[in-house]
């Protein structure tokens, strides 16, 4: 008979990392929130064209990544397209899907939305030396990796 292993729970977040992490999450998301009010963005549709930006999905795995519910994100698309960020097709494999994408117009904006969040984060890094950026980097790469588990 196998013996079964019971994990514990891991233990929770240190106290000192909290209070570091949460206010660097309120100052990255204010340069966010300012670089789309400048844009006349909503963060969401900001976050919904980065993922555009190297994919083509369905609306329905749009939704599901942004958590969003399906009358939502068609709304949030109408808008984007009638800036003419984005448009619509039939999804090649299934004719009932509908596809997203990036027009020229929305990947040119993404690109420059791209250009002006890196020069308006580089002062919370600048008196990192590279190898601290560096390290910084793959740790919250691996904290975010941790959450698609």
């Given at each position: 008979?196998?013996?079964?292993?019971?994990?514990?729970?891991?233990?929770?977040?240190?106290?000192?990392?909290?209070?570091?992490?949460?206010?660097?999450?309120?100052?990255?998301?204010?340069?966010?929130?300012?670089?789309?009010?400048?844009?006349?963005?909503?963060?969401?549709?900001?976050?919904?064209?980065?993922?555009?930006?190297?994919?083509?999905?369905?609306m329905?795995?749009?939704?599901?990544?942004?958590?969003l519910?399906?009358?939502?994100?068609?709304?949030?698309?109408?808008?984007?397209?009638?800036?003419?960020?984005?448009?619509?097709?039939?999804?090649?494999?299934?004719?009932?899907?509908?596809?997203?994408?990036?027009?020229?117009?929305?990947?040119?904006?993404?690109?420059?939305?791209?250009?002006?969040?890196?020069?308006?984060?580089?002062p919370?890094?600048?008196?990192?030396?590279?190898?601290?950026?560096?390290?910084?980097?793959?740790?919250?790469?691996?904290?975010?990796?941790?959450?698609?588990?």
């Amino acid at each position: 008979m196998k013996q079964q292993t019971i994990m514990a729970p891991p233990p929770p977040i240190d106290e000192g990392l909290a209070d570091v992490l949460v206010p660097t999450a309120f100052v990255t998301m204010a340069v966010l929130n300012k670089l789309g009010a400048e844009n006349d963005l909503s963060l969401t549709l900001m976050r919904a064209l980065g993922i555009l930006w190297d994919r083509r999905p369905r609306m329905s795995e749009l939704a599901d990544y942004l958590g969003l519910e399906k009358q939502t994100m068609s709304g949030l698309i109408a808008r984007a397209e009638k800036k003419g960020l984005v448009a619509r097709a039939p999804n090649a494999e299934d004719g009932r899907a509908t596809d997203v994408f990036l027009t020229d117009a929305g990947a040119e904006l993404v690109k420059r939305l791209h250009a002006q969040t890196q020069q308006a984060l580089t002062p919370l890094t600048e008196q990192l030396c590279a190898s601290d950026r560096q390290q910084l980097q793959t740790l919250l790469q691996r904290m975010l990796e941790s959450r698609k588990r």
